[in-house]
């Protein structure tokens, strides 16, 4: 073979030999062989020859040419040749200068003739260097065995050497070389060393025998001290590099920004404005021309920060772009990572300025690209994609320095990414509810010490139980790590956490066996006893001892304890009032209660549910606070539903069945426990009752009914849900057969036999309890049978019953009672009960009260007046609902009135009942 032959003829002749035999396309290694091989894997095959006699072809083909014969080099048990120089020198062609061209050229052809290319290349800031050595590195590191080792000295050097050596297997002699570096040694003892640390690089790279590429910049520090030669004194970093260059036997192409002291060197020119446009073309072929000159315009001949730019463009189509890679960058990438958290990105700009050392003048065009500007001195990141997933903690410790306590989150945030756990914990202890504002740290607490570990555990412990969350499973994983603390304190406070979880599911006897005796709580901070006094208050209300429950609150009131844990106590002290009849005292405690929004939320709900049973009005908007507080404070969305189911109830108390309606759809899409489910479908049933629908009130209180029944959760709240769902299915069974819907007025002589059956067993079964929902169950059902009852039963039964605390359930009652006097035609004194009645409220308390009223004047024959009452009725503020039911029930009972109307082929009630509902 000629010695002009090209590298490509050259490679084939030697693959000749392996090739034997025929298959399709004829005889294994022939020129038409290649050619119809080529063409099958998408090549021409009239450039076969080209490319192998002449060295002529594209890039792509060559490319092609090669992959297939190195394909071929394998299957035959070969090592593939390395590809030819002339290769990679199109493509590097485009986007190096006329003299890093040559420099290319001759270093990868002295490689591919088996030589030994040692070159040194100088140039400034501006002049390629980078270019030059990363084309270079695309050209090599196809190839494992040319994969150069790559090295990019400049600032601190222990930075990038110890890396090196890592690769190398030499970083434990180069860490200890390093370890010896002091500032009190003499100066030719630190140069002696130095030196002794380049001379073990240099040999363990010469016994790889890969090449190294080296980029250094004019100056350097190794472990904070001066660089220094054999004789001590003070080295820029080319002359202290020569002695490391002259000892490597390996390729190498050293771009230095100075001239080394001996060595020959190769000066590099600054780029032209042309070669600048064929590097950007090169990296981002479908850049618009106009940006592309935008950019070679912004970096004017600095090719350093046209490839920054140049990568920064690239970065913004794909995320993945390795920006880091780039030292220049990497420090003011590092610092937007630190500083701009996702939650709140923008921050001062001073702060960046304080971790690069520079103020923002000294930034490069690329790292202000990196910038963006959101007024007040305050900028965050352009290209978020780009940043590091972490920073350097030293970053965050500056950042944890610079912010103001007032800055909650940032505190946080860099306290817990600096690892600077007292002062995390510290927050956290504060306020639990800050734990919101650090997901995942729980877990990422694994690793902590115990004693830390223990502390994050009661702060989880306290955040969980303010949401109600006691069965998450942070909060029980944190539970068992407090019930093995080392701290006798902190075991006590597990077990009363443990308990307030079962108080809040209901199971209060579970709950008492988990409490410590009450003596224990004296080794408690004020905080911690607190919590457990509460809880026991809870227990003992379970119990029904609510005097008891009333002083365990008062202990706990009387402790200094954090906002947040009075808002709880104010909490439980509105509870326990409303338990013992104190209304005025439980509204004033309730509303004493602030700062977070559950506790808020459950404040307001709590007075809306208090307002609601004593009939007031206002139970309306304070029910609506609480709910858009619980909703804007993330409470779970069980407890939504149950609040919302409750708001459904009060609407429909209030005659709005349209929004009653829409609230109860709203609880059943939230519901996800199965008890918050069948409760809610309790309180959607009596709502189809109240609005006429008896077949889908059955649906939805069969459901629940079976629910309550059979349920092993919360027993003594499934009970009483269970005895009131039997109450609706009554009232569902009174409109199915009595055509008597759930809303007032309810007047008597009504036939429902299901009814009655399930009313009576239902007041055999009530407990004989004095709580305030247990009386008010009663006095519903007795006040529902009544209406089946002859009217001397009907007062037999409501006689019992009259006197109540509680003064909604008391007007309850009169009015029930008025209503059998005046079906015992007891007119005079129906009239004397309403009378007597305070003034009322309550839209259904007035509808119920206008209807005796008018019956009763009806009776003693007062017909005039009580046609005026209605006509009173018409024009008055009562709903619509309650207007028409108010014409029916008459309609029914004083057929005297139909005379009164305008002629209608209507029946009377219904007649009456639309007259009344719609008025003029």
Same mark, same amino acid.
């Given at each position: 073979?000629?010695e002009?032959? $090209?590298p490509? /003829?050259?490679?084939?002749?030697?693959?000749?030999?392996?090739?034997?035999g025929?298959?399709?396309?004829?005889?294994?290694g022939?020129l038409? &062989?290649?050619e119809?091989?080529v063409?099958?894997r998408?090549?021409?095959?009239?450039?076969?020859? #080209?490319?192998?006699?002449?060295?002529?072809?594209?890039?792509?083909?060559k490319?092609?040419?090669?992959?297939?014969?190195?394909?071929l080099?394998?299957?035959?048990?070969?090592?593939p040749p390395?590809?030819?120089a002339?290769l990679f020198l199109? +493509?590097a062609?485009k986007?190096?200068?006329?003299?890093?061209?040559?420099?290319f050229?001759?270093?990868?052809?002295d490689?591919?003739?088996?030589k #030994?290319?040692?070159?040194?290349?100088?140039?400034?800031?501006?002049?390629g260097?980078?270019?030059?050595l990363s084309?270079?590195g695309?050209?090599?590191?196809a190839?494992?065995?040319r994969?150069p080792f $790559?090295?990019?000295?400049?600032?601190?050097?222990a !930075?990038a050497l110890?890396p090196l050596a890592?690769?190398?297997?030499?970083?434990?002699e180069v860490r200890? %070389?390093?370890?010896?570096?002091?500032?009190?040694?003499?100066?030719?003892l630190?140069?002696?060393?130095?030196g002794?640390i380049?001379?073990l690089?240099a040999?363990a790279? #010469?016994?790889?025998?890969?090449?190294? %590429?080296l980029r250094?910049?004019p100056?350097?520090?190794?472990?904070g001290l001066? /660089?220094r030669?054999?004789?001590?004194g003070?080295?820029r970093l080319?002359?202290?590099?020569e002695?490391?260059?002259?000892g490597?036997?390996?390729?190498?192409?050293?771009a230095?920004s100075e001239?080394?002291?001996t060595?020959?060197? !190769?000066p590099?020119?600054?780029?032209s404005r042309?070669?600048?446009?064929?590097?950007?073309?090169?990296r981002l072929p479908?850049?618009p021309?106009?940006?592309?000159?935008?950019?070679?315009?912004q970096a004017?001949r600095?090719?350093g920060e046209?490839s920054?730019?140049?990568?920064?463009?690239a970065?913004k189509?794909d995320?993945?772009?390795?920006?880091?890679?780039?030292?220049?960058?990497?420090?003011?990438l590092?610092?937007l990572?630190?500083?701009s958290?996702?939650?709140?990105p923008a921050?001062p700009l001073?702060?960046?300025?304080k971790?690069?050392?520079r103020?923002l003048?000294?930034?490069s065009?690329?790292?202000r690209?990196l910038?963006?500007w959101?007024?007040e001195?305050?900028v965050?990141?352009s290209?978020r994609?780009?940043?590091?997933?972490e920073?350097?903690?030293s970053?965050?410790r500056?950042?944890?320095a610079y912010?103001p306590?007032? #800055?909650?989150?940032?505190?946080?945030?860099h306290a817990r990414?600096?690892g600077?756990?007292?002062?995390l914990?510290?927050l956290? *202890?504060?306020d639990?509810?800050?734990?919101?504002?650090?997901?995942g740290?729980w877990?990422?607490?694994r690793? &902590?010490?115990r004693?830390?570990?223990?502390?994050?555990a +009661?702060v989880v412990?306290r955040?969980?139980?303010?949401?109600?969350q006691?069965?998450?499973?942070e909060?029980e994983e944190?539970?068992?790590?407090?019930?093995?603390?080392?701290?006798?304190?902190l075991?006590?406070w597990?077990?009363i956490?443990?308990?307030?979880a079962?108080v809040?599911?209901?199971h209060?006897?579970?709950?008492?066996?988990? %409490?410590p005796?009450?003596?224990?709580?004296l080794h408690?901070e004020?905080t911690?006893?607190a919590?457990g006094?509460?809880v026991?208050?809870a227990?003992?209300? &379970?119990k029904g001892?609510y005097?008891r429950?009333?002083?365990?609150?008062?202990?706990?009131?009387? /402790?200094p304890?954090?906002?947040?844990?009075?808002?709880?106590v104010?909490? &439980?002290?509105?509870l326990?009032a409303?338990?013992l009849?104190?209304?005025?005292e439980?509204?004033?405690?309730?509303?004493?209660v602030?700062?977070?929004p559950?506790?808020?939320?459950?404040?307001?709900?709590q007075?809306?549910?208090?307002l609601?049973?004593?009939?007031r009005l206002?139970?309306?908007?304070?029910?609506?606070e609480?709910?858009?507080a619980?909703?804007?404070?993330g409470?779970?969305?069980d407890?939504?539903?149950?609040?919302?189911?409750r708001?459904a109830?009060l609407?429909?108390r209030?005659g709005?069945?349209?929004?009653?309606?829409?609230a109860? !759809?709203?609880?059943l899409?939230?519901?996800?426990?199965?008890?918050?489910?069948?409760?809610v479908?309790s309180e959607?049933?009596?709502?189809?009752?109240?609005?006429?629908?008896?077949?889908?009130?059955l649906a939805?209180l069969?459901?629940a009914?079976?629910y309550?029944?059979?349920?092993?959760?919360r027993?003594k709240?499934?009970?009483?849900?269970?005895?009131? $769902?039997?109450?609706?299915?009554?009232?569902?069974?009174?409109?199915?057969e009595?055509? !008597?819907p759930?809303?007032?007025?309810? /007047?008597?002589?009504?036939?429902?036999?299901?009814a009655r059956?399930?009313l009576?067993?239902l007041?055999?079964?009530?407990p004989?309890?004095?709580?305030d929902?247990?009386?008010?169950?009663?006095?519903?059902?007795?006040? @529902?049978?009544?209406?089946?009852?002859?009217?001397?039963?009907?007062?037999?039964?409501?006689?019992?019953?009259?006197?109540p605390?509680?003064p909604y359930?008391r007007?309850q009652a009169?009015l029930?009672?008025?209503e059998?006097?005046a079906?015992?035609?007891?007119?005079?004194e129906?009239?004397a009960?309403?009378?007597? @009645?305070?003034?009322?409220?309550?839209?259904?308390?007035?509808?119920?009260?206008?209807a005796?009223?008018v019956?009763?004047l009806?009776?003693l024959?007062e017909?005039?007046?009580?046609?005026?009452?209605?006509?009173e009725?018409? *024009?008055?503020?009562?709903?619509?609902?309650?207007?028409?039911?108010?014409g029916r029930?008459?309609?029914?009972?004083c057929p005297g009135l139909?005379?009164?109307?305008?002629?209608?082929?209507?029946?009377?009630?219904?007649?009456?009942?639309?007259?009344?509902?719609?008025?003029d």
């Amino acid at each position: 073979m000629s010695e002009g032959a $090209t590298p490509w /003829l050259r490679y084939l002749e030697a693959l000749r030999p392996h090739l034997v035999g025929r298959d399709h396309r004829g005889k294994r290694g022939s020129l038409r &062989w290649l050619e119809a091989l080529v063409a099958e894997r998408g090549g021409r095959a009239g450039t076969v020859r #080209n490319i192998l006699y002449k060295d002529l072809g594209s890039p792509e083909e060559k490319e092609r040419l090669y992959r297939i014969l190195a394909d071929l080099y394998q299957e035959a048990g070969l090592k593939p040749p390395p590809p030819p120089a002339e290769l990679f020198l199109e +493509s590097a062609r485009k986007t190096l200068g006329r003299d890093k061209r040559r420099i290319f050229r001759a270093f990868l052809k002295d490689l591919e003739a088996g030589k #030994n290319p040692q070159v040194v290349v100088v140039g400034g800031a501006a002049t390629g260097k980078g270019v030059l050595l990363s084309a270079l590195g695309q050209a090599l590191a196809a190839f494992p065995e040319r994969e150069p080792f $790559t090295l990019n000295l400049g600032g601190e050097l222990a !930075q990038a050497l110890v890396p090196l050596a890592e690769a190398l297997g030499v970083a434990e002699e180069v860490r200890g %070389l390093l370890a010896q570096l002091s500032p009190t040694q003499p100066f030719i003892l630190q140069g002696a060393l130095q030196g002794e640390i380049l001379g073990l690089l240099a040999k363990a790279l #010469n016994q790889r025998g890969r090449p190294l %590429l080296l980029r250094a910049e004019p100056e350097g520090t190794l472990e904070g001290l001066p /660089l220094r030669g054999p004789d001590g004194g003070k080295r820029r970093l080319a002359a202290w590099l020569e002695p490391f260059l002259k000892g490597l036997t390996i390729p190498y192409l050293a771009a230095l920004s100075e001239p080394p002291p001996t060595l020959p060197y !190769q000066p590099l020119s600054p780029p032209s404005r042309e070669e600048a446009r064929r590097f950007v073309r090169e990296r981002l072929p479908h850049l618009p021309p106009e940006r592309l000159e935008a950019l070679v315009n912004q970096a004017g001949r600095n090719f350093g920060e046209l490839s920054r730019l140049v990568l920064l463009e690239a970065a913004k189509h794909d995320p993945k772009t390795p920006l880091q890679d780039d030292p220049a960058l990497k420090p003011i990438l590092q610092a937007l990572a630190a500083f701009s958290p996702e939650a709140d990105p923008a921050f001062p700009l001073e702060l960046l300025e304080k971790a690069l050392g520079r103020p923002l003048e000294k930034l490069s065009q690329a790292e202000r690209a990196l910038l963006e500007w959101v007024g007040e001195g305050l900028v965050r990141p352009s290209l978020r994609a780009l940043l590091p997933s972490e920073a350097p903690k030293s970053l965050h410790r500056l950042a944890l320095a610079y912010f103001p306590k007032e #800055n909650l989150f940032r505190r946080l945030y860099h306290a817990r990414k600096a690892g600077e756990r007292e002062e995390l914990l510290r927050l956290l *202890q504060e306020d639990p509810t800050r734990l919101a504002l650090l997901p995942g740290l729980w877990e990422e607490a694994r690793s &902590w010490p115990r004693e830390d570990r223990e502390v994050l555990a +009661s702060v989880v412990v306290r955040y969980r139980a303010v949401l109600g969350q006691y069965a998450h499973p942070e909060a029980e994983e944190a539970l068992k790590v407090l019930a093995q603390a080392q701290n006798p304190s902190l075991r006590t406070w597990s077990r009363i956490k443990g308990a307030e979880a079962k108080v809040d599911a209901g199971h209060y006897r579970e709950a008492e066996t988990l %409490l410590p005796p009450k003596e224990d709580l004296l080794h408690l901070e004020e905080t911690a006893r607190a919590e457990g006094l509460l809880v026991m208050a809870a227990v003992e209300r &379970w119990k029904g001892d609510y005097e008891r429950a009333a002083r365990l609150v008062e202990e706990a009131e009387a /402790l200094p304890v954090a906002p947040l844990l009075r808002d709880r106590v104010q909490l &439980w002290r509105g509870l326990v009032a409303k338990d013992l009849g104190r209304y005025e005292e439980a509204l004033a405690a309730l509303a004493q209660v602030g700062h977070d929004p559950l506790l808020l939320g459950r404040a307001r709900y709590q007075m809306g549910d208090l307002l609601m049973r004593l009939g007031r009005l206002e139970a309306e908007p304070r029910m609506r606070e609480g709910l858009k507080a619980l909703e804007e404070g993330g409470a779970p969305r069980d407890e939504i539903a149950r609040v919302r189911a409750r708001y459904a109830t009060l609407l429909r108390r209030l005659g709005r069945y349209e929004e009653a309606e829409e609230a109860i !759809q709203r609880a059943l899409a939230e519901a996800e426990d199965p008890f918050t489910r069948a409760r809610v479908e309790s309180e959607a049933g009596i709502l189809e009752a109240a609005r006429g629908r008896p077949l889908e009130a059955l649906a939805f209180l069969e459901r629940a009914e079976a629910y309550f029944r059979t349920t092993g959760e919360r027993p003594k709240e499934a009970r009483y849900r269970h005895l009131r $769902t039997l109450f609706r299915l009554g009232a569902a069974y009174l409109l199915l057969e009595a055509g !008597q819907p759930y809303r007032p007025p309810f /007047l008597g002589g009504l036939f429902s036999p299901e009814a009655r059956r399930l009313l009576e067993g239902l007041l055999r079964d009530i407990p004989a309890e004095a709580t305030d929902r247990y009386t008010a169950l009663r006095l519903d059902a007795a006040g @529902l049978l009544a209406l089946l009852l002859p009217p001397e039963e009907a007062l037999a039964l409501l006689k019992p019953l009259l006197n109540p605390e509680n003064p909604y359930l008391r007007a309850q009652a009169r009015l029930g009672y008025a209503e059998a006097l005046a079906r015992r035609e007891s007119f005079g004194e129906a009239l004397a009960q309403i009378v007597a @009645l305070p003034p009322l409220e309550d839209p259904g308390l007035l509808a119920q009260a206008r209807a005796v009223e008018v019956l009763a004047l009806w009776g003693l024959g007062e017909e005039e007046a009580a046609w005026q009452k209605l006509r009173e009725v018409r *024009q008055g503020a009562l709903p619509p609902a309650f207007r028409f039911q108010l014409g029916r029930a008459l309609g029914r009972l004083c057929p005297g009135l139909g005379k009164r109307l305008p002629p209608s082929p209507l029946a009377l009630p219904e007649a009456l009942g639309f007259f009344l509902a719609n008025p003029d």
